[in-house]
């Protein structure tokens, strides 16, 4: 809140392929306006990755702060890996870099911990109890985890190693349409990798998001899993929200938050630029 008023909050996803993004209704988890997305720059080096987020930005008025995700760990506003973007963003300020372009503060987080923290606040991981994992398949794979309702920032299971190799090499989104595998082809790698993840942590839920989550209906039968799995229900736009969330809780500072709100006060006030 802003003199009594809640701020204009912009949330702006970085994905493999895109730059998107849209004010956010922070209650109720909620697009204001129709959200605009340029294509992620190719190289996607700091320079022309800032100059795509100051694009979209550009395209809302009356904005006065911003939450972005990264497709990378993020830690106190510096990206410390560059898996699936240029290697110029290792150990890059870049909570500073967004703050000073865009002329406003700026909170950075990993963008499978925001969008998991929309579906625990808003979607299909509210209420839910216990460990929740979301995963985002998509240009890699992204991990979010979730103990009763807290996220644990940062984990980057999709690094997970099966056959020696970076489990996101072969069971990504990405790799299904390069190699142009079918959903019968596909399913398989990714039973493997869950039931992988299932050893390791016995999640109560898998939440997955992504690209394919507006397609589960083609391979979620194809699974075979005793956790239940579930598709994110905010799609694509989960990034977003959870960004722009996360932005209003840094802002806010310590203290009890609204109910309902994203738990992720820890890594969001760690990510803060002031």
Do not use: C
């Not at 605009?36 to 800032?50: G, I, K, L, W």
């Not at 998509?138 to 056959?163: C, K, Q, R, W, Y």
Request: charged share 20%; glycine share 12%.
């Amino acid at each position: 809140m802003k003199n009594g008023r809640r701020m204009s909050i912009l949330g702006i996803d970085i994905g493999g392929s895109g730059v998107k993004g849209a004010p956010v209704d922070t209650v109720r988890g909620d697009l204001l306006e129709e959200r605009f997305r340029v294509p992620t720059p190719q190289p996607a080096d700091v320079e022309s990755v800032v100059e795509a987020v100051a694009e979209v930005a550009g395209k809302f008025d009356g904005i006065e702060r911003v939450g972005i995700t990264f497709p990378g760990v993020v830690v106190d506003g510096v990206t410390l890996t560059a898996a699936n973007v240029d290697k110029s963003w290792l150990n890059a300020p870049a909570a500073q870099l967004f703050t000073e372009r865009l002329g406003m503060p700026v909170t950075v987080l990993n963008d499978a911990d925001a969008a998991g923290a929309a579906e625990v606040a808003f979607g299909a991981g509210r209420d839910q109890s216990g460990l929740i994992m979301m995963l985002t398949f998509g240009t890699g794979i992204g991990s979010a985890l979730f103990l009763d309702g807290v996220l644990l920032p940062n984990t980057e299971l999709g690094h997970l190693e099966l056959d020696g190799r970076d489990a996101e090499l072969l069971a990504s989104d990405r790799v299904r349409e390069s190699e142009e595998l079918s959903w019968e082809q596909w399913a398989p790698r990714v039973e493997r990798y869950l039931r992988h993840v299932e050893m390791l942590l016995s999640p109560r839920l898998f939440i997955i998001g992504g690209g394919v989550s507006k397609k589960s209906e083609k391979f979620f039968p194809l699974l075979d899993l005793r956790t239940p799995i579930v598709a994110a229900t905010l799609l694509n736009n989960a990034g977003i929200i959870g960004a722009a969330v996360s932005a209003e809780q840094a802002a806010a500072g310590p203290g009890p938050q609204d109910p309902g709100a994203i738990q992720v006060d820890a890594a969001a006030q760690s990510h803060q630029i002031h």
